[in-house]
């Protein structure tokens, strides 16, 4: 047992890196008088801005990020429930994460896009540590669920 100590040292498990892209989006308009598609692109821009300096700037406990890409293009598509034009600002981020757990932070925000894990090469989870992420899946569901309700409530 000695040895296995010896070979994880202190930094057993390791943490996980991963590239995470978020779409920052334009919300809703009832009118696109006002609105040309430069000023979406310019408001999504904005937006983006603003996500960042907050994801810079507020600490997230077992989250660590290294580096923060907002270089891709903003792109427009029309949005199938609302029937209007909305845009979208990516940024791409770098991230260390203690557990996979706080990474469900990011895969389960609405403007989540993708992931790609970049450390370790395998990932191996007892059944303890499964169940966990499972619970905490469910309870993220939910909060969101909570969220969406009172959104619609508000309406």
Do not use: C, H
């Not at 507020?58 to 907002?70: A, L, N």
């Not at 270089?71 to 600002?89: N, P, T």
């Not at 992420?133 to 939910?142: A, G, P």
């Amino acid at each position: 047992m000695t040895d296995l100590i010896n070979i994880q040292g202190e930094d057993w498990p390791p943490p996980l890196k991963a590239r995470v892209r978020l779409d920052f989006r334009t919300p809703y308009r009832k009118s696109r008088i006002f609105f040309s598609n430069n000023g979406l692109d310019k408001e999504a821009g904005t937006i983006r801005e603003q996500q960042v300096s907050l994801l810079q700037n507020v600490p997230i406990q077992g989250i660590v990020i290294e580096q923060i890409d907002t270089e891709a293009d903003i792109y427009s598509l029309l949005d199938e429930v609302s029937g209007r034009e909305v845009a979208f600002a990516p940024a791409i981020l770098t991230i260390r994460a203690d557990s996979l757990e706080d990474l469900l932070r990011f895969t389960l925000r609405e403007d989540f896009r993708k992931i790609e894990m970049l450390e370790p090469e395998d990932i191996s989870l007892q059944r303890f540590e499964l169940e966990r992420l499972i619970y905490r899946i469910n309870e993220e569901q939910r909060k969101i669920i909570q969220s969406i309700e009172r959104k619609l409530i508000g309406r």
